[in-house]
């Protein structure tokens, strides 16, 4: 009774126990969708090859979807790996509690011969409205990175190619802040993006560092390019506030 009273339990939390002779084995599913990165808010679901932990599955049933009960590994995780014809690689660790509704972006392989590599990326906040610091998100091909004035983003990995890039920023007194533009990452190389003032005007600048990644200190590589970003896209803001009321929180970029 207590046997089946466990493995009910289990089941309705979404995890299977699978009783061996030397210990238990956990299960999981891990289930989502696979799409391109290429068409903005439309993006297009991707027939592709999904491996989990030593199981697979084709995302053709319907197209671009997959789930799939796999194995837990020794740390209780689960490795997620997505293969597509002309796309870059995709690779991403995640536990039990992640693993539902998946989103997987593909991005197209702009140079086969680095596609195995991937492209890493960090954000920096570089505004305060008056003397209040306010955080701002930017969202790099689904991925969402935050910062608070003047504080580095988590560093994140990405496929190399070109990708959708929004930014957005809730900052009080001084209004709401929109912006998006489309980035071309490349492979072995950090991305810095950083919100703040280029030619008196707010932007993000975009710079690399190639070779790079996210073991890279981001203090070093501000005080690298922080003078030389070049502008990516013109934000755009709400109520025509066009940046009253905003100071730097670090060294002010000029445009090449």
Not at 135 to 140: C, D, F, M, P, S
């Amino acid at each position: 009774m207590k046997k089946s009273l466990f493995i009910g339990l289990a089941i309705y939390m979404g995890v299977f126990l699978a009783g061996t002779a030397f210990g238990q084995t956990t299960y999981a599913t891990i289930s989502g969708t696979v799409h391109n990165c290429d068409y903005g808010s439309n993006p297009q679901n991707l027939v592709a090859m999904v491996l989990a932990n030593g199981q697979y599955m084709f995302s053709n049933n319907p197209v671009g979807e997959f789930s799939l009960h796999v194995p837990l590994d020794s740390n209780g995780e689960i490795t997620l790996q997505v293969f597509a014809a002309g796309f870059t690689p995709f690779r991403k660790v995640f536990t039990p509690e992640e693993a539902s509704d998946v989103d997987v972006t593909l991005l197209r392989c702009l140079q086969p011969e680095i596609c195995s590599q991937g492209a890493s990326v960090v954000f920096l906040n570089n505004l305060i409205c008056g003397s209040t610091h306010f955080t701002a998100t930017a969202t790099v091909c689904g991925v969402s990175i935050d910062s608070e004035t003047g504080e580095w983003s988590d560093c994140i990995s990405v496929t190399p190619g070109s990708c959708n890039v929004s930014v957005y920023a809730d900052a009080g007194n001084c209004g709401e802040l929109e912006l998006s533009g489309t980035i071309v990452f490349q492979a072995d190389c950090l991305t810095v993006l950083v919100f703040g003032f280029i030619d008196d005007e707010i932007d993000v600048g975009v710079s690399e560092i190639c070779p790079g990644d996210c073991s890279t200190d981001p203090d070093e590589v501000f005080n690298i390019v922080s003078s030389s970003y070049g502008a990516s896209f013109k934000i755009e803001t709400a109520g025509g506030i066009e940046g009253e009321g905003f100071t730097l929180s670090r060294i002010k970029m000029q445009s090449r």
